[in-house]
């Protein structure tokens, strides 16, 4: 799988991955609103192992991280996490991206792929997104992207904003 605009790329991740994918998890402005626990070399060396021959692609019930690459490099920007519910019914996605590829348009760029991905591999009647309440650059980055505010819930202590795109009519 890969997926390429202009400047942006989705692939799978993998493990020469590694150092750009922890330098970025482990720096607390990146972090603070992402609720994954950051991973020692092993532990990231086996995800990233495991997320690159994940098959298939996309799973019932199960999350898997996409790389978020520049495409005239290939070097790792940051992640997005698939997630497709249970029943295949609806589909979330979640963005990670390193402090230096904020603000240059690979957040936007990277969602639209994915959107466009989902709704033309599955049979999903949504795309859910959500954000951190105070996270103001990712709840704008949803209310652009065509996403509708939904409510604000709270999970595990944090509030969140969430936000869904229904599928197009065909």
Not at 86 to 95: H, M, N, R, W, Y
Not at 96 to 109: I, M, P
Not at 149 to 166: H, N, P, Y
Request: hydrophobic share 45%.
């Amino acid at each position: 799988m890969r997926l390429t605009s202009d400047s942006t790329t989705l692939r799978r991740l993998h493990p020469a991955d590694q150092v750009a994918f922890q330098a970025y998890r482990m720096d607390p402005d990146v972090a603070k609103f992402q609720d994954w626990a950051q991973m020692d070399d092993t532990a990231a060396h086996h995800f990233l192992s495991h997320m690159s021959t994940i098959t298939p692609l996309i799973q019932p019930g199960q999350w898997t991280q996409i790389a978020i690459a520049e495409t005239a490099t290939d070097a790792l920007l940051g992640d997005m996490g698939w997630h497709l519910s249970a029943d295949s019914s609806e589909a979330e996605l979640g963005i990670t991206l390193s402090s230096a590829a904020q603000g240059h348009g690979h957040a936007t760029r990277a969602t639209h792929l994915a959107i466009d991905y989902m709704f033309a591999n599955t049979d999903i009647a949504c795309i859910k997104v959500w954000a951190a309440a105070r996270n103001t650059a990712s709840r704008a980055l949803a209310t652009r992207l065509g996403f509708a505010f939904s409510g604000l819930e709270v999970t595990d202590g944090l509030q969140e904003a969430a936000f869904v795109m229904d599928r197009p009519a065909r």
